[in-house]
């Protein structure tokens, strides 16, 4: 099975990488699919995110990172994915979530959503926190891998 995990990852966090992982013990593949957001400014251009996300899973068989813009369910489409895999830390991310999956259900009805729930260690990690932290010279390296606690000290250092 191949499942697209979709997201911003602005910055890839530990959260996003325990979620890859646990998504290639159930799936076998997993396809970390960047969303351009190109109303958006986001804090790391495409290009760098794609790196911090191929440096840090290079080690690990089944892992494809893509770019794509515009719908989930044709990005998953275009690249022969089973299903969109998503995570949920606490119920603040869950009616969002359920709002996508609706909407991408109703645009393609093939596509489910499973959602695998965080590893509670991970469940206060999100892209912002970790820049706030950061942004105020906190100590991130037990937050996200090393490449992307590099880029975040050079950027707000
Ligand atoms: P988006 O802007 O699409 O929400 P994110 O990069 O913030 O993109 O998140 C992508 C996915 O990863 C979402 O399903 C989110 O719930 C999940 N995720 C983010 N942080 C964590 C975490 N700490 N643990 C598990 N899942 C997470």
Do not use: W
């Not at 990488?17 to 495409?46: C, M, Q, Y």
């Not at 995110?49 to 989930?72: M, P």
């Amino acid at each position: 099975m191949k499942a697209l995990y979709p997201g911003s990852f602005d910055p890839l966090t530990f959260g996003h990488l325990d979620l890859i992982n646990r998504g290639l013990d159930l799936f076998g593949e997993v396809i970390v699919a960047v969303l351009e957001h190109p109303e958006k400014s986001p804090t790391f251009d495409l290009e760098t995110r794609l790196k911090q996300i191929r440096e840090s899973t290079n080690h690990l068989d089944g892992v494809k990172v893509i770019s794509f813009e515009g719908l989930t369910v044709k990005c998953a489409k275009e690249n022969k994915a089973n299903l969109i895999l998503r995570g949920l830390r606490a119920m603040s991310d869950f009616e969002y979530e359920l709002q996508i999956a609706h909407t991408n259900r109703s645009l393609e009805a093939c596509y489910e959503t499973v959602f695998l729930v965080t590893a509670a260690h991970h469940s206060f990690l999100s892209s912002s926190v970790v820049k706030e932290v950061a942004r105020f010279e906190g100590k991130i390296s037990h937050m996200v891998p090393e490449i992307v606690a590099k880029d975040l000290r050079r950027l707000f250092n």
